[in-house]
């Protein structure tokens, strides 16, 4: 079931750091979708503190956009503006699909003075490797391979929870885009 999300998108703001020149120049010639999202390798991002307001679960990672409609409910009732997003504790690889912890929420700067039943919290900011996909929250793993080499080639550490962020909710014309957030930490230097 596709439902529309008007009036509850707003994009994540936060400084976009440029590629180093010669890397832009190694990349593949960028594509633009109908969207006007840009796609090209991951970039760095600084992230300022998030109000997100969510509801644990456990379970495969893919069965997080489930709780994408009560979520959809719940912000046309309490008529907050947010993004829909997931935060992802585990690995996939290491653990059981049944054990993989997560957390469905919204992000917003305009949190409503009653979360119930949902929690509350504040995501610190951070800096985070960013990389748009097409898709929806929870079926993205695939693609953190490339951005952890993306990462650790630049000298920075992968700082789990990973966070994937619905910037674009599926359309009759265009599929749902996703951004996949990585925290990292810069490397100590070896003695």
Known sequence: MIVPLI????????????????LAQ????????DSGFVFTQPVFKSIPPQVFIFKPGAGPYDSVAGEFDELIAFMAEKRMPGQLAAVFYDDPARAPAESLRWEAGVITNHPPPHTEPYTQKIISAR?????????????NHERYA?????????????????M??????ATENADPKTEILLPVQLKRREK
């Open 7 to 22: 009036c509850l998108w707003f994009p994540v703001a936060g400084a976009i750091h440029e590629l180093p020149e010669q």
């Open 146 to 162: 490339a951005m952890l080499g993306f990462i650790r080639q630049r000298r920075y550490l992968f700082k789990p929870p990973a």
């Open 164 to 169: 994937e962020v619905l910037i674009q909710p």
């Open 127 to 139: 800096k985070a490797a960013s990389l748009i996909v097409d898709g929806t929250p929870g079926q």
């Open 26 to 33: 190694m990349a593949p010639a960028p594509s633009v979708t």
